[in-house]
């Protein structure tokens, strides 16, 4: 499954409004209030919560991956953020970030949701494709670069 086929110009947001890693998380939460595959926003955004409570998902280089799994998802769901300004998310290399893809499955989609959050992070430790998708003006261009970043990466 390819990433670029998860996501929605819908549920991209290119200049994210928030002071705190929390508010953000919240943020993206409600992004994906009008998904068919969300059954229980509120699930959700407990998931996630609680998931980022074991560990930040701020992974570096500016980036973070929250995700968690749920019943309240029929099947896998994203959202993908840039912020507006950097946020302090706890990051392993405690750099603020500013790009935020956001991930939710259930337990039937445990495989598939491991793959994807590879793929995101392998994606993710380019420097220039983090530049491109910070410069971008547009949920579509951010889409856009995610299919062809796949493209190059994951061509077979």
């Known amino acids: 499954m390819q990433i670029s086929s998860i996501l929605n110009t819908a ?3 290119t200049k994210l409004e928030a ?3 929390e508010e953000a998380l919240h943020s993206m939460v409600n992004m994906l209030e009008s ?3 969300v059954i229980n926003l509120e699930k959700v955004r407990t998931a ?3 998931r980022e409570k074991i560990m930040s998902t701020g992974v570096g280089h500016g980036f973070a991956i929250p995700h968690g799994k749920t019943d309240a998802v ?3 769901a994203a959202a993908f953020a840039i912020t507006a300004e950097p946020l302090d998310f706890d990051s392993l290399d405690d750099q603020p970030v500013r790009l935020i893809f956001m ?3 259930n337990d039937s989609h445990v495989g598939i949701h491991l793959k994807l959050l590879s793929r995101v992070s392998r994606l993710m430790n380019s420097d220039s494709f983090r530049s491109q998708l910070l410069q971008a003006a547009s949920s ?3 889409l856009e670069l995610f299919r ?4 190059r990466y994951f061509a077979t």
């Open 48 to 50: 996630i919560l609680e």
């Open 19 to 21: 002071e705190t890693k």
């Open 11 to 13: 549920f991209i947001a």
């Open 148 to 151: 062809q970043e796949e493209g």
């Open 74 to 76: 029929t099947d896998i």
């Open 35 to 37: 998904s068919p595959k």
């Open 140 to 142: 579509e261009q951010v």
């Open 103 to 105: 991930l939710v499955g």
